[in-house]
């Protein structure tokens, strides 16, 4: 027998009743209309012809791939961006919205991927910054929040400041300054990508009280776990138009990841559970430390080995040492204390150029800033780190008919979406231009391929591509460390985890030896029991 809970809430109008009626069926009348909004940027079409309801006490998923303007719509929404064409209505009356405050002031609130908070003021100071006149009491404001917080099941100090806080903690504050203006509708932009499985149940937790409230959500997002867990309507997006609208409980993940990106996903195979022990080790990591003067260590004593065929996947949430580790191994930043060994020989005091030569490759996290040029052609990018090396240069001339060729090939291989290779990177989309990255260092990483968080940002389509050439590459042979935030990601492709906190590994376990709580405990720096760690 399904609940059925019933809320007054006061309008202009008078008394409207609602009836929420289990999961996915709202009964309301609207509270936002987007009708028929388009955005053009120059030549780009971002959004066309898009219109979508929101009702109150209900959760909207807003689904779809990189670039499929899901954000763009919302911007509008909250008056970040104008609408080329279209109309916003609000409670049943049109509006404009011009700008951020007028959105706030209809009860309208954005959290967006990238948090703007202060993080030299305390908790209460940022909740209040804007928001306040005159001469405050500070104290009396610090227990209005911190009321405010316990009324939600925050656990967060409205004294402390926000450089001192958790990642998770500082998007639970972003939350509270829309709950302390008042908002009604709350959209929530890709809102658990720096979070721990513990927190994201806080998050989701959070979502249905709030909207058990009558109050509304928009939740972007592509992750199909978040979307069936909270969502009560379903907007899937492709190309800047709607391609679909459903009710969670009349559709599936599979249906809607059709749905998103056009076609089936490939089926992966999952790790298996060889022991890998008796393998050749092709990395070894012993003792690493880097510990800056004066500054709490980067990384701390670490120590693990890769073998021939295996994936070493590191968990963690962002800024606990990850990108200090995959620099450290690739050469990118010196080391204070430790060794580290590739096919047994000692290569800590080698240089980038010849950790490349010896079949080092690395595809790191920040594409734009460390792995492409955008202003140079496709196969200059191709070029970039073996400029110097026989296969492409001969007695001091670039060989470019081979180098053309070889990423033509590369263009057809890896399904990048790109007329030849006379295109610059910067032209291409952020998938495509992952899956360039990812083609030259798999090509340059004859023995060990490093990759940092390799599907950030990228759709499912590219996600599902990216995965696929990873386990090729273990098939071959070859050592793999992986770095990823996604704990799906981790499982799906690791053959053993370690969990990084704070520059140190929690422990190192075979996949499938711990749950996803476990895990996320471990990342959150709790060791939820000692046993089945290896050493």
């Known amino acids: 027998m399904k609940r059925i809970c019933v809320y007054e809430l006061t309008v202009p109008k008078g008394t409207v009743k609602f009836v929420r009626r289990g999961v996915g069926e709202i009964m309301t009348e609207p509270v936002i209309e987007l009708k028929h909004i388009t955005k053009r940027f120059a030549k780009v079409l971002a959004n066309d012809d898009v219109s979508i309801t929101i009702h109150k006490g209900e959760v909207v998923a807003l689904l779809g791939e990189n670039g499929a303007g899901k954000s763009t719509i919302m911007k509008i929404l909250y008056g970040l961006y104008h609408a080329t064409s279209g109309e916003i209505w609000i409670d049943g009356k049109e509006r404009k919205i011009a700008t951020p405050k007028e959105a706030m002031d209809a009860g309208i609130s954005m959290i967006q991927q990238h948090f703007s908070l202060v993080p030299a003021h305390t908790v209460t100071e940022n909740i209040i910054l804007g928001n306040c006149k005159g001469k405050l009491d500070i104290k009396k404001k610090e227990k209005e929040i911190q009321a405010l917080a316990e009324q939600y099941g925050f656990q967060v100090p409205a004294g402390e400041y926000v450089k001192n806080l958790s990642v998770g903690t500082q998007q639970k504050v972003e939350i509270l300054k829309a709950l302390y203006l008042n908002a009604r509708v709350l959209i929530m932009d890709e809102p658990t990508a720096v979070l721990t499985p513990q927190e994201i149940d806080t998050l989701m937790e959070f979502v249905r009280r709030y909207v058990e409230q009558g109050n509304s959500v928009v939740f972007i997002t592509h992750k199909m776990r978040e979307v069936m ?41 999952k790790p298996g559970t060889e022991d890998m022990s008796n393998r050749r080790v092709r ?182 591509y990216v995965h696929k050439t990873i386990l090729g590459e273990r098939d071959k042979g070859k050592a793999v460390l992986l770095v990823s935030t996604e704990l799906s990601e981790i499982f799906a492709l690791s053959d053993r985890i370690a969990v990084l906190y704070k520059g140190k590994i929690m422990g190192i376990f075979k996949n499938g030896e711990l749950t996803t709580e476990k895990i996320g405990l471990l990342m959150a720096g709790v060791q939820p029991e000692k046993e089945g760690a290896e050493s």
């Open 229 to 269: 867990a909270v969502s009560d309507t379903i907007v899937v997006m492709r190309n800047g138009s709607i391609c679909g609208t459903v009710k969670k409980t009349d559709t599936s993940e599979a249906e809607l990841a059709h749905m998103m990106i056009g076609r089936e996903l490939e089926t992966l195979e």
């Open 283 to 464: 990395l070894a990591v012993k003792d690493l430390s880097i510990k800056p003067k004066d500054h709490t260590p980067l990384l701390e004593d670490i120590n693990f080995e890769i073998h021939e065929g295996e994936v070493l996947g590191f968990a963690g949430v962002s800024d606990n040492g990850q990108q200090e580790l995959c620099e450290a191994i690739y050469g990118g930043i010196p080391i204070t204390s430790g060794k580290i060994e590739l096919d047994g020989e000692d290569v800590t005091n080698e240089s980038v150029k010849d950790r490349i030569k010896l079949g080092m490759g690395y595809a790191a996290a920040d594409r734009y800033r460390y792995g492409m040029v955008a202003e140079m052609s496709m196969s200059e990018n191709m070029l970039l780190k073996s400029s110097y090396l026989n296969k492409w240069v001969n007695h001091g001339l670039i060989r470019w008919s081979a180098l053309h060729r070889y990423t033509e090939d590369s263009i057809k291989q890896y399904a990048i979406k790109a007329p030849d290779h006379t295109v610059t990177a910067g032209s291409l989309s952020g998938g495509n231009q992952q899956k360039m990255v990812v083609a030259r260092e798999v090509d340059m990483g004859d023995k060990l391929i490093i990759f940092d968080q390799p599907t950030r940002g990228l759709d499912l389509g590219a996600i599902n």
